[in-house]
């Protein structure tokens, strides 16, 4: 992360009305927290209870809201803005651009491409990558180390794999889809007969289908359909380590947390919410813009635009009230007992 | 999936008493279900409540159960059938064999073997695969791109492997094994002994034994037994990102669904089911046959034969039973209140 | 697992009392519990209760306490000892290091090494290995097949990476750090703002810092920091599919059993304990000491030096009574009605 911003750039980037202080080092060379920030760091307050914090800080740059009552030490320069955490998102989004610097188009001699596959020329195929027949690989690709793609799979252009990624046969991903390290997505489904004391393999002849915009986190996996595709629709977001199994539909723009799981066949709405290891058992519904806490496991069909909690789901505000009152159940009894009590002495 | 049947393969393979009307397109294409199925497709109707959907289906050939009131359309064919599940099944095994060609017998240039290793000339071993010292790949195996087969493993006949699967050294494991991409068998067992301030390792010497018609999901990890193996009995299926602890022994053709976890020397009987995210503790006996629902985990030997929810877990009906009672906790609380006024009252 | 151990060599690492019977063997082959060793196989008993295993086992020389009352069978050697698991360990210390013999120094010609990368000339690089520029790979150092060592990454000396681990671009690991197979570190943190109907991507800098001798468990996940480093400290040991978010701070020597969760910016104090799946949600702290049973899940701060069970955590032993009192909410409700009923007579 060793970088280094003119002045200049930054205050190109950044939406400020007024500053104060000034800045005591030649270049910004990185974002930090106010309390990890060292001599050269960019740093932001969005709120009263950091100005304390802030006084500590080494921070020789500071966005900070125009309302908070602060002033830069010497060698510190202060920028008033509206909205502090979008400001420094759009420095951070600077330094990632110069992090991430956009390897050479072409494909690594160690690589195995098979013939009939097509790999845009402004692509970048990293060593040790396998393509399948029949594959195509969009414009502006990335493939990084190790990744596996299948026959038939279909990379839409400017898609990143994260290493290690492995892409089932068939399998077909939109635009500007970013796929972290060590995902599987298209594998065969779980599904089963039990016959004469056996479990037979029902075969999985399905596949995955990703819309455009999707962010896949690292380690997550995604079924193949039976038959039809199991689908992640645009702009959705999934996290790490998340199992979602075949013939779901996850629908556009939702965010699935680290460690959810999907059952068979269950379909997702639009702007649903999926908290920390959520999760929702096969062959249900979940309507848009449901919401879903950390933990909550649908079993059932849930409406849309409600939030939930529990397992089983049931409306958030009624599971925080039943987490509360069950905290309070010894005392439940103790109450119960006495009033039996004073009936059977009556 | 572009696959094309002709009329009479599909014919051979099913096993219809009747049929009527007529296929309108020259080959099935491909199975979808009612909804996703275009002209060409094959689809199925198990049960009647899917009869709307039949007559807005696409599908040109239609399974379905021989009490079912329905006509075909024209151009499409109906096939009258005992089971239509089982006989589409047939069918998807049919495109299945199609889809996945078996690829050619041999050794990739640019793969890593081991001149100890013994790799059966009817295997196929693609690109990026290493194999250790010793290792032994048994006839008609398929080692994807960029999986690890570490010193003294063995392969029994006719197994696959995904990509970027690792087995680590002195993996066995058995014939007609299916290994998902990503999957790890042998990392170290979690064994510390806390010492001085430090958690020192306990070294883990055991190994994985994995029996014949194994199949083990995505991203699933296997630990390693601190001496002896950890076992994966005959016929057992496991889903994605499922954790079994070191030593632990699960029997015979178990069920474990998507993010089980297994604690360390717990053994598993036969038959034993394990909906999505449930768990065991670890040194406890779960009996042939217990089937465990969804978010269940067993803290405690549990009995074979027989139903358990709840966490910990409980019989499953008693587990039903305090889940609706659960939520009328408020109520509860509202009664017992409205008593000891009375009662004060009185 | 084909060891061979002398007597000579056996007897010089165990701490032992006196001994009774003699080898009837030439060499001890193997380590096992009772149950499953065989001829030539050390084994160990530390309690009364596998004495009846003891007298079936096939066991060739047994470490044994001092107390217990047992007599060798002809050919059995008996080894009696104040702690027979601490020196059965020591046993498998030893066949450990016959095992897993460190592999020879030197860089694989089919890997990718960047040529501004720095590895140490006493390192072992496998096949298929990409490390990227300005990377430094320490003395010692073993790196399985298919890794990938993104750039301006650094491993202090005696690293060992299983197969197929990924390091993202700035990751920083200590010494003698031990990475199962699968692990991706420095993935994305899973930050987003949602704007004009779509979750726009928050830009993510930052890195992960891994202290001294901290192991990580197979397929685990810890993402980068939004601009400050994930951290996890000094001789912390992580099991198999951990999630750890972006900017969280692990501190030293903690166990987080497998299927663990930390949400993003949790800090967790020192000798933190999280049995197996439990976990924090974001933006809390986690007191040194707490130790919090498996399934428990904090949903706020939690005082260090306590135990800990349920989701939202509360102390041990409040849980455990909610939990034997919840069984019972059948039977409340019975007495409840039946009180009113007796009060409604009345």
Redesign the interface.
Known sequence: ??ISLSLNAVLDRIDYSTFEGELGVRNVT????LE?AQRGDASFVASAKYLEDLKKSEASLVVLSKDLEAEPRPGQLFLRVDNP??EI?KL??L??QR??VKPEAGI?Q?S?IDPTAEVDPSACI???V?IGAGARVGAGCVI???C?I?P?CELGDDCYL???V?L???TVIGKRV?I???V?LG??G?G??FEG???R???????VFVGD?V?I???T?V?RG???PTRIGE?S?I???V?I?HNVTVGK?N?L???V?I?GSTKLGDYVVMG??A?A?GHIEIGSGAQLA??C?A?SDLEGGAKYGG??A?PLV?YQ???V??????E??K??TQ??K??LRD
């Not at 393999?201 to 596949?207: I, M, Y």
């Not at 009152?325 to 010894?330: A, K």
Request: aromatic letters at 8%; one cysteine or more.
């Open positions: 992360m060793q990185g974002v930090a927290s990890d955490s979008i998102a951070c989004e330094i990632s992090m991430w690594h160690l195995s990293e060593a040790f396998t990084s180390s190790g596996f299948g038939a994260g290493a290690n492995t089932e046969r068939d970013r972290h390290s060590g599987v594998s065969d779980f089963y007969e004391g056996r479990h393999k029902v075969p999985q002849v399905g596949s915009d962010e986190g690292a380690n996996t079924d039976r038959f039809g702009g977001k996290d790490n380590l199992q199994g723009h965010i947390c680290a460690q799981g059952a920390g290891r999760g058992s950390g933990q496991v079993f397992a089983p049931i009624a009230r039943i987490t009152i069950t905290r309070r159940l010894p439940l009894f109450r119960l009033l039996e004073q009936l």
